[in-house]
């Protein structure tokens, strides 16, 4: 009996099939460029496009209209009003649109408060960086015993001075040891 791998047991997660798409558009860009028999072209095009839009229909089934919402995520003047909107109706398993979210410059306190509790790794890891997170989310991401979150906190110039202090202060405890 065929074992199962690892990676069958993955979720199929937004940032795993947008990758994917991506790797097919530059794949189609190549094919249009290479010198092939016209047939073989054609055919190649159309599977290659037929797999672009079999990950398009995946993104936009985790998360309707997926491509505007990773537009407006992906732009760094959108105003934090409509970044609270998305975040509010993220699907869990939307694992790009979480770590871009994190990541964006107008991300309100109250935004990253609640992808401090995503089940993506890297969106909490940006949280923790992030200067707006809220004081007691900080607070919060430092006592995880599951991720070493505390040391991006100690680094973070929006952590309270005082907690600031007790992790870097840990931190030179660790390195003496």
Not at 26 to 33: A, D, F, G, H, I
Not at 85 to 96: A, E, H, I, V
């Amino acid at each position: 009996m065929p074992r199962k791998s690892k990676a069958a047991n993955w979720p199929r997660t937004t940032q795993i099939i947008f990758g994917e798409r991506r790797s097919l558009e530059n794949v189609l860009r190549l094919v249009r460029s290479t010198r092939l028999p016209a047939d073989r072209r054609k055919t190649e095009v159309a599977v290659l496009r037929e797999l672009i839009a079999l990950r398009t229909a995946e993104l936009n089934a985790i998360h309707s209209d997926w491509d505007r919402k990773a537009d407006l995520v992906g732009n760094p003047s959108t105003p934090a009003r409509v970044l609270d909107q998305l975040g509010r109706k993220l699907p869990r398993n939307d694992y790009y649109l979480a770590r871009a979210l994190s990541d964006h410059p107008n991300a309100s306190p109250k935004l990253l408060a609640q992808l401090a509790r995503h089940p993506y790794g890297s969106a909490r890891e940006n949280v923790a960086r992030h200067p707006r997170t809220p004081a007691a989310t900080l607070r919060a991401l430092a006592r995880r015993r599951d991720e070493p979150l505390w040391y991006l906190v100690a680094f973070n110039l929006g952590t309270p001075p005082a907690l600031r202090d007790q992790l870097r202060a840990r931190l030179r405890r660790q390195g003496e040891a």
